[in-house]
């Protein structure tokens, strides 16, 4: 168990609709990542927050937006969601976001449908 | 730029043979390495890091990776497989990126290597 948690494990939902996905850090870490992973694309980076601000970018579209909140937590939202937007998302947690350990949770598998 | 490249996307041992997942990464700057496991429908879990401290690093499950800047690799052993190390592998390095501000780092992932473990 990485300490990092996200809800909900599953989540089944149409072409067209608005999810989001939330995650929980680890205690004391301050920085959080969210991946994709699916089998054509592989692991993906997203975003990064420190600290309630973003600290980097990378392969995120448009209709996915992103926040950490004061109290760290952070969430994920997906929307106009289509098909190959099917994936499991990650979240991981670092203690600075310094190069250092990420830890990741368990995954939200997703299928849109 | 930077990049890391794990050389085999698949790799079948018997059991109790020794394993070797490869991996290069080209980096200009003193990078961070790090080996990830990642078990079917199961998060990423750290095997092992190499910080510019000894050049061979022991991780978990009697895996370890030796780090040769002459080769530019960070090949993943263990000498004695077993079946439950049938998994997914990720190398990954992590970096300082001096362009994108200050204290930003990025994280570069490999695309990954399936091994199978045989009885």
């Known amino acids: 168990d990485s300490g990092v948690t996200q809800t909900p494990k599953h989540l089944i939902t149409a072409t067209g609709q608005r999810v989001t996905l939330r995650c929980s850090p680890r205690?004391?870490?301050?920085?959080v990542y969210w991946y994709q992973q699916s089998l054509d694309q592989g692991l993906q980076f997203l975003i990064q927050?420190?600290?309630?601000?973003?600290?980097a970018k990378g392969n995120i579209l448009e209709r996915f937006s992103a926040q950490q909140f004061p109290d760290l937590h952070s969430e994920l939202n997906l929307s106009s969601l289509e098909l190959g937007d099917s994936a499991l998302y990650f979240c991981?947690?670092?203690?600075?976001?310094?190069?250092?350990?990420?830890?990741f949770g368990p995954g939200t598998r997703l299928l849109v449908l | 730029a930077q990049s890391v490249t794990q050389l085999d996307s698949h790799v079948s041992v018997s059991e109790g043979t020794p394993v070797l997942l490869r991996c290069n990464y080209s980096s200009s700057y003193s990078p961070s390495l790090f080996w990830y496991v990642q078990h079917p429908n199961k998060g990423l879990q750290l095997l092992l890091k190499?910080?510019?401290?000894?050049?061979l690093v022991k991780g978990i499950n009697g895996f370890e990776a030796e780090f040769k800047k002459s080769e530019t690799s960070f090949h993943l052993t263990k000498p004695s497989a077993h079946m439950s190390d049938a998994a997914e592998y990720f190398c990954?390095?992590?970096?300082?990126?001096?362009?994108?501000?200050?204290?930003?780092?990025?994280?570069?992932f490999g695309t990954g290597t399936r091994l199978k473990v045989l009885a």
């Open positions: 190499y910080t510019s401290a000894a050049t």
């Open positions: 205690s004391g870490d301050l920085s």
């Open positions: 927050y420190y600290n309630g601000e973003e600290r």
């Open positions: 991981a947690s670092s203690v600075a976001g310094q190069g250092e350990t990420q830890y």
């Open positions: 990954v390095v992590s970096y300082s990126s001096t362009t994108a501000g200050s204290g930003t780092y990025k994280y570069i």
